[in-house]
Structures are given as structure tokens and as C-alpha cells.
């Protein structure tokens, strides 16, 4: 409950607009650092699979 008021509280402060974008940055960065991991540990899974 609490993020959501501060999430009001900064649209209040910056605008909504600027805090949607900020919103939309994060999950991308997390949603990419996701892509990566699972990348990385595939890789690591197949390689050790095909010795």
C-alpha cells in the first residue's frame, strides 16, 4: 500500500507524465537484466550439457 502512495505522491511532484516514463524505464531495465539472465543461464546449462 505504501508504493502506491508514493507513487501518487511523486506524480503529484513531477507530473504524471515523467512518472509513467520513469514506470516504463524501470520494468525495461529489469524486463532486459531478466532477457540477460536467463541468456546467460541457458548458455551455462547448455555448455555444461553437451560435455
Keep these: 500500500m505504501g ?3 508514493v507513487l501518487i505522491v ?3 511532484i513531477f507530473g ?6 520513469g514506470l ?3 520494468f525495461l ?3 532486459g537484466l531478466i ?6 543461464g541457458y548458455r551455462k ?3 555444461a550439457s553437451s560435455r
Design 45 to 47: 546449462i547448455s555448455s
Design 24 to 26: 516504463a524505464w524501470g
Design 3 to 5: 508504493f502506491i502512495i
Design 35 to 40: 532477457v540477460a539472465a536467463a541468456v546467460l
Design 16 to 21: 504524471v507524465g515523467s512518472v509513467l516514463e
Design 29 to 31: 531495465i529489469v524486463l
Design 10 to 12: 511523486l506524480a503529484l
